[in-house]
């Protein structure tokens, strides 16, 4: 029938259907769960707006009328929030897919199993704190890839690895670094790798190893493959 209220129906233009309506008409202006190929759940001004459905399978879906992939399948982000005003956002935007933390508007951050276990990438059983594994066929693959997106301006810039060790929270210095450096200004077609060592809080470079192939050991500039300065060997 037609006015305000909660309309059961059955072979209508909701099928087996709960619709609540809050105006004259047919439309659901409010709110309908159907019983037609699983269970839908809508909402609507003057129409019938699908939301979620639990398919005859079980699987269920948000945004989407067909959740065949899992059990649940959102069609849009998904964002979690905490009482802390923490946001964990996943998204995708046709060609990948993200994973971002906000706290308070900012970006925050994001721990993987914080409480112990180790984590995999492209592995299922990870055997250390973090294991990427690279299904190629060639005998070198690429499993990690460190970038400085700011570089190509100056001689010497590039990306590092850090080697620390946290005594406390006042005291988490880093003792010992790996790092890149662009051996040209203005391109990073020409690599050096440098190695550091800290003395007291004060990293210093040890050893260098030029585009070259020229090895330094207490210089930065070794002219020969091999050159040690200030020291004996």
């Not at 990438?121 to 070198?140: H, Q, W, Y």
């Not at 800290?198 to 050893?207: A, H, P, R």
């Given at each position: 029938?037609?006015?305000n209220g909660i309309f059961f129906r059955d072979g209508f233009t909701y099928n087996a259907s709960i619709t609540v309506e809050d105006h004259n008409g047919s439309s659901a202006d409010g709110i309908?769960?159907?019983?037609?190929?699983?269970?839908?759940?809508?909402?609507?001004?003057?129409?019938?707006?699908?939301?979620?459905?639990?398919?005859?399978?079980?699987?269920?879906?948000?945004?989407?009328?067909?959740?065949?992939?899992?059990?649940?399948?959102?069609?849009?982000?998904?964002?979690?929030?905490?009482?802390?005003?923490?946001?964990?956002?996943?998204?995708?935007?046709?060609?990948?897919?993200?994973?971002?933390?906000?706290?308070?508007?900012?970006?925050?951050?994001?721990?993987?199993?914080?409480?112990?276990?180790?984590?995999?990438?492209?592995?299922?059983?990870?055997?250390?704190?973090?294991?990427?594994?690279?299904?190629?066929?060639?005998?070198?693959?690429?499993?990690?890839?460190?970038?400085?997106?700011?570089?190509?301006?100056?001689?010497?810039?590039?990306?590092?690895?850090?080697?620390?060790q946290d005594r406390s929270v006042g005291e988490n210095y880093a003792m010992a670094k790996i790092r890149s450096a662009q051996g040209i200004a203005g391109t990073s077609g020409y690599g050096s790798?440098?190695?550091?060592?800290?003395?007291?809080?004060?990293?210093?470079?040890?050893?260098?190893?030029?585009?070259?192939?020229?090895?330094?050991?207490?210089?930065?500039?070794?002219?020969?493959?091999?050159?040690?300065?200030?020291?004996?060997?």
């Amino acid at each position: 029938g037609d006015g305000n209220g909660i309309f059961f129906r059955d072979g209508f233009t909701y099928n087996a259907s709960i619709t609540v309506e809050d105006h004259n008409g047919s439309s659901a202006d409010g709110i309908c769960i159907s019983g037609y190929d699983g269970v839908s759940f809508s909402t609507g001004t003057n129409g019938k707006n699908e939301r979620m459905r639990i398919a005859t399978n079980g699987n269920v879906g948000i945004g989407t009328t067909s959740p065949t992939s899992a059990k649940l399948v959102v069609a849009g982000d998904i964002d979690v929030w905490s009482s802390t005003n923490t946001l964990l956002r996943s998204s995708h935007n046709g060609s990948y897919g993200s994973l971002q933390t906000f706290t308070s508007g900012a970006y925050g951050i994001l721990a993987l199993n914080p409480g112990g276990g180790n984590v995999g990438i492209g592995n299922t059983s990870p055997r250390d704190k973090l294991t990427v594994f690279t299904a190629g066929t060639a005998e070198e693959e690429i499993a990690l890839r460190l970038v400085n997106p700011v570089g190509f301006t100056n001689a010497g810039s590039g990306a590092s690895i850090i080697f620390a060790q946290d005594r406390s929270v006042g005291e988490n210095y880093a003792m010992a670094k790996i790092r890149s450096a662009q051996g040209i200004a203005g391109t990073s077609g020409y690599g050096s790798l440098v190695f550091s060592t800290s003395q007291v809080g004060t990293m210093s470079d040890q050893m260098i190893i030029l585009p070259s192939g020229n090895v330094g050991i207490g210089t930065t500039g070794p002219n020969d493959k091999l050159e040690v300065s200030a020291g004996n060997i």
